[in-house]
């Protein structure tokens, strides 16, 4: 697959080298306002009843983004779940983690997120916040995320990016795109990068590249053929995390510390290949078809020096007392995931009397195929957290893994009918799902079958012509399996009735400089727990909040504000009555995210920036007896730009962490034990982006 992709790009067409301002083409409606790739209406995203944030490529690039999980401190809704350096992401989106394999997309098919994704070919990140049941058939009801690649554009042009940071840290990229000389009809797309990877966190020195493709061909005035092609690489140890001591939570000593420090210890090694081919053409005036087909390849190599629980005190969800803990060899080496995703869909606008319709009807079909080999995961000695015990490697592939394959159908039909200045959105998904999974050895064997209807429905009215409010109601599913094992009362049998629900009033102000929005939701989900024998749902989980965004831009000011507050509870449980009305673990209670740019009249060109992020306290353990405090972090930067608008160069000096705080930031419990992560120290970095 490498070959095929490098002959492809040895064959681009010929580059003009004249640049003029980038004007991406990007899917807007009439009025020129954007719309969702991901979206199951084709109306503005401003229109839309549910919670969207779309973050453009320059916000991503102007607030430090490098990585998905860096979008936490640009949106309060969305927290950090069990984020290590050299890994792949983890969100929460209104406190639900988002599940890594069923809730993200991109180009609007869905993908695998096992796996680190790069932004550097990224338009724009779409984050749908709940209501997951109206863009996927089984996930998490936190939320969907969406990728969109960035498309040929009108005029020829090319960016050049670097980086450098106080650690060494380096980067540089090119971005360029245009239509092909006298064949106009043709667009291309391309994007290169490689970086040098030096976190502040010891023993984590890495790297990576990307590269990707897109072109287009206007075949004629309806008709439109997109593709692009996407390959990336990423090699980087990750980051152990710490733990609590016995039943003491302790402090952040050193937060550059990475307990994978061993001689054996070797980096996490993500290969991607990704590709999609679209067709859009237009029958008529009021119809418009659309397909899009996607592959995804993904190849990994994980490894890590693995500390895990306390046999010495029959701890096993943490460390011991004494800082010592159990010290594993972990390795799993060509992980293969793949996946392969067709969409099809129809869009139609018809006029009823006074009521205007706009219907979406189509088919996805998404296959998932996971295949393992024996792993490693031996006991190797007791390490310490202050990371100065060596130990011996023990590679031996000793441990059996567990093969997946999953083949999912979904027929979908939306109507959003426009009456005066009321809309109501009606909705459903009907949804096959066929999974089975076997552990390498043949053992273990598991395989169901299940369908589901999830209706989604609302009620919106436009107050002006700036002003909308609406109130919904969506359903979302997700299938689990009890595991094929002796000791379970049902082995290998599916757990039926893990149905969430979905209750939300929003009032949203759209102007070209003030934007403000506001969202109350409601979401009741079943918990399946697994303590042997029992595999089953047990009580619920219930989140309600309320979301607050605001965007404002003044002559020489801009300000940006998000917040939420979320209370979360466990409900009804019988297997754990202690947890009943605790607060699940990891999750803040109040988040904030603000930040503010001023421009200097006096020095033209030259803009100051400040971004603060809060986080309330968080739960470590489930019965809520032990909390990490709440924590604030401050970051500055200063951008400086000169040249005329089409040939800008900016200059950017960033400082994360202005204020060296030192906090920690998250505590998940994950493969049932409990972690900490620490806040990364003050880093400072400097970028350099020219249009030539």
């Not at 092609?229 to 980087?236: C, D, V």
């Not at 957290?385 to 979904?410: A, F, H, K, M, Y």
């Not at 919904?472 to 049998?493: A, F």
């Not at 009735?497 to 969202?519: C, M, P």
Request: with cysteine; glycine share 8%.
């Amino acid at each position: 697959m490498k070959k095929s992709f490098l002959l492809l790009v040895a064959l681009l067409y010929p580059i003009n080298s004249g640049a003029d301002e980038i004007d991406t083409v990007t899917v807007k409606d009439q009025t020129g306002q954007v719309l969702l790739e991901a979206g199951s209406f084709d109306v503005p995203a401003s229109e839309l009843p549910l919670s969207t944030r779309l973050i453009s490529a320059q916000a991503l690039k102007d607030q430090g983004v490098r990585r998905l999980s860096d979008v936490t401190l640009m949106d309060a809704s969305v927290t950090d779940s069990y984020n290590a350096s050299g890994y792949w992401d983890f969100l929460s989106i209104r406190g639900f983690t988002l599940d890594n394999r069923y809730n993200f997309l991109r180009e609007g098919l869905p993908i695998n997120a096992q796996t680190s994704i790069p932004l550097d070919n990224k338009e724009r990140l779409e984050v749908l916040k709940g209501l997951s049941g109206i863009q996927a058939g089984s996930a998490s009801p936190g939320g969907m995320v969406n990728f969109v690649v960035k498309r040929p554009t009108e005029k020829t042009f090319l960016r050049l990016n670097t980086e450098i940071s106080q650690e060494g840290n380096w980067l540089v990229g090119a971005d360029t795109g245009g239509r092909v000389s006298k064949a106009e009809q043709f667009g291309y797309r391309l994007n290169v990068a490689h970086e040098s990877l030096r976190p502040p966190i010891e023993n984590s020195a890495g790297h990576r590249s990307v590269l990707s493709l897109a072109n287009d061909w206007r075949a004629s005035a309806n008709s439109l053929l997109e593709s692009d092609i996407e390959w990336s690489r990423r090699s980087q140890p990750t980051q152990a995390a710490f733990s609590l001591l016995g039943d003491t939570l302790p402090s952040v000593t050193n937060p550059r510390l990475n307990l994978n420090n061993q001689s054996w210890s070797e980096p996490v090694t993500f290969e991607a290949l990704t590709a999609t081919l679209r067709w859009t053409q237009k029958l008529h005036s009021q119809l418009t078809w659309t397909t899009i087909a996607g592959i995804q390849n993904l190849t990994t190599d994980d490894h890590l020096a693995y500390p895990y629980g306390c046999s010495a005190e029959n701890n096993y969800d943490r460390y011991c007392s004494d800082g010592t803990f159990d010290m594993y060899d972990f390795r799993s080496d060509n992980e293969r995931r793949n996946t392969q995703a067709v969409k099809t869909a129809l869009q139609l606008q018809v006029q009823t009397g006074d009521v205007s319709h706009h219907l979406n009807v189509g088919y996805v079909g998404t296959k998932m195929q996971e295949d393992y080999e024996r792993q490693a995961y031996n006991f190797v000695g007791t390490g310490n957290v202050d990371g100065s015990v060596q130990l011996p490697g023990d590679g031996t592939l000793n441990d059996e893994n567990t093969n997946r394959e999953s083949s999912v159908s979904e027929f979908f039909v939306y109507d959003a009918a426009s009456f005066g200045a009321w809309k109501g959105w009606l909705g459903a998904r009907m949804i096959d799902v066929q999974r089975s999974s076997i552990r390498t050895d043949g053992s273990r064997a598991t395989n169901f079958r299940e369908g589901f209807v999830l209706p989604w429905a609302a009620l919106s009215y436009q107050i002006s012509a700036e002003l909308l409010t609406y109130v919904s109601y969506g359903e979302g599913v997700e299938t689990y399996v009890t595991p094929n094992r002796s000791g379970y009362n049902n082995p290998g049998q599916f757990v039926p009735d893990v149905i969430s629900k979905q209750y939300e009033w929003g009032l949203r102000h759209n102007a070209d400089t003030f934007h403000w929005g506001l969202a109350v939701f409601y979401i009741d989900r079943p918990v399946v727990e697994d303590q042997r024998p029992a595999f089953q749902t047990d009580g619920k989980a219930l989140h309600q909040g309320l979301e607050l965004e605001l965007q404002k831009k003044w002559q020489q000011t801009e300000l940006e504000m998000s917040g939420m507050w979320l209370k979360a509870s466990r409900k009804d449980s019988v297997l754990n009555p202690a947890i009943n009305d605790k607060r699940p673990v990891n999750l803040p209670e109040h988040t904030l995210r603000l930040r503010g740019v001023y421009y200097l009249s006096s020095v033209p060109g030259l803009s100051l920036d400040a971004r603060a992020s809060y986080e309330s306290d968080r739960a470590v353990t489930a019965d809520n007896s032990l909390m990490l405090q709440a924590w604030t972090r401050w970051d500055v930067g200063s951008t400086y730009r000169w040249g005329a608008v089409e040939k800008a160069t900016q200059l950017r000096l960033a400082v994360e962490n202005v204020m060296d705080q030192r906090y920690w930031k998250e505590s998940p419990t994950q493969y049932g034990h409990i972690y900490l992560y620490p806040g990364m120290e003050r880093l400072v970095t400097l970028s350099l982006q020219t249009n030539l």
